[in-house]
């Protein structure tokens, strides 16, 4: 486990972006944090880092957003998800092992994600624009983003 902080959504961008680098390409990373932490700038530098360029946007309303770039990305937004049947209806289990899938409101489907997922938690920091991040798993990602 690491911990970072970041002081603006800069920074997070460009932690994201270390972090999109060294992904391999079937990666699940299930944010936590709620709403205004910068999952979604995060998000933006990972797909950067993963040759998607600045194409990202919340996925709020379509549930997933698809990126392309070395691999595809899948930026799913589990906030409305209730259950097995909504994973289902997406089309979520399809999804895994097809490309790397970022999961912001990964409480919501905790029971669902797989045991090797990359957890990141991203809490407010000291001032109003600063964040703490905590990532958990992929010892490979750990070291690069301090």
Not at 88 to 96: A, K, P, V
Not at 105 to 131: F, H, Y
Request: with cysteine.
């Amino acid at each position: 486990m690491t911990k970072f902080t970041s002081k603006n959504i800069c920074e997070t961008e460009r932690i994201g972006e270390e972090i999109g680098k060294k992904l391999k390409g079937t990666e699940v990373i299930a944010l936590y944090g709620g709403l205004g932490m910068g999952k979604t700038a995060l998000t933006r530098g990972i797909a950067k880092g993963a040759g998607c360029g600045d194409c990202v946007s919340s996925p709020t309303f379509a549930i997933v957003n698809e990126y392309r770039g070395r691999f595809k990305i899948y930026h799913f937004d589990m906030y409305r998800i209730d259950g097995w049947d909504d994973l289902y209806s997406i089309g979520f289990f399809d999804y895994l092992e097809n490309g790397v899938l970022i999961i912001e409101w990964s409480e919501n489907i905790e029971a669902v994600l797989p045991e090797d997922c990359i957890r990141i938690k991203i809490q407010e920091g000291s001032t109003e624009n600063s964040r703490i991040f905590t990532i958990e798993g992929e010892d490979f990602l750990e070291s690069s983003c301090n």
